[in-house]
């Protein structure tokens, strides 16, 4: 079975860049899709098709992807942007959806 | 605007089946532009998909759920549905309903209801 790698947790200081990343062997033929999840909310799209954001996300959200690795970057990060991250895609038979563990973003 | 609502008993005892019903607004739920799923998300833990019904009737599962899992579509009360039988302490989660939109490369749940925490205890 298929599986969707995150590290745990990342830190970022405030207003500069920071990359999450999604590890798993069905990202080579499906795209990821991110979410962002504040405590005591249900989980917000904020990239799908590996690069396109929904109406209303800022545009300092950003992704892409390479072979079994896709990335989510926030350019200029802001307080409001401490959250967990998680990913999800296709699994590798296409059939079936999975997530990955999440990151918790933490913004100093 | 789209809008989900779970609802059902925030408390199963173990070995009974947990059912929760998700009820649809702002559109109609034989609508072929959408598809009906369930997340769930154990507290302080991450996410885990657990099935999806498609327009038409067709549904899938997440494979270490299968044998327990049944979603279903009520249309003349705009609702959807989950099943879980057999749960025991590990089905002990916040529970989500959302709408997946699927294409050949990805899928992705656009709208998701605010969650229901169940607890399985006896």
């Known amino acids: 079975s298929s599986e969707l790698t995150q590290d745990p947790a990342v830190s970022v200081a405030l207003g500069q860049t920071v990359r999450i990343t999604c590890q798993g062997d069905?990202?080579?033929?499906?795209?990821a899709i991110w979410y962002q999840q504040k405590p005591g909310q249900a989980p917000t799209l904020v990239i799908y098709?590996?690069?396109i954001r929904p109406s209303g996300i800022p545009d300092r959200f950003s992704g892409s992807g390479s072979g079994n690795t896709a990335s989510l970057t926030i350019t200029g990060a802001q307080a409001e942007d401490e959250a967990d991250y998680y990913c999800?895609?296709?699994?590798?038979?296409?059939?079936?959806?999975?997530f990955g563990g999440g990151t918790t973003l933490t913004v100093l | 605007q789209l809008q989900l609502q779970e609802s059902g008993p925030g408390l199963v005892k173990p070995s009974e089946t947990l059912a929760l019903t998700c009820t649809v607004s702002?559109?109609?739920?034989?609508?072929?532009?959408?598809?009906w799923g369930w997340i769930r998300q154990p507290p302080g833990k991450g996410l885990e998909w657990i099935g999806t019904?498609?327009?038409?009737?067709?549904?899938y599962y997440n494979p270490s759920l299968k044998s327990r899992v049944t979603v279903s579509v009520d249309t003349s009360k705009n609702q959807f549905s989950l099943k879980l039988s057999s749960v025991t302490a590990a089905d002990t989660a916040i529970y989500y309903c959302?709408?997946?939109?699927?294409?050949?490369?990805?899928?992705?749940?656009?709208?998701w209801g605010p969650g229901t925490l169940v607890t399985v205890s006896s």
């Open positions: 959302a709408t997946p939109y699927c294409s050949t490369t990805s899928c992705r749940f656009d709208f």
């Open positions: 702002g559109v109609s739920i034989r609508s072929s532009s959408y598809s």
């Open positions: 019904i498609y327009y038409g009737g067709g549904t």
């Open positions: 069905s990202l080579r033929n499906y795209y």
């Open positions: 098709d590996r690069n």
């Open positions: 999800n895609s296709r699994d590798s038979d296409g059939s079936h959806l999975l």
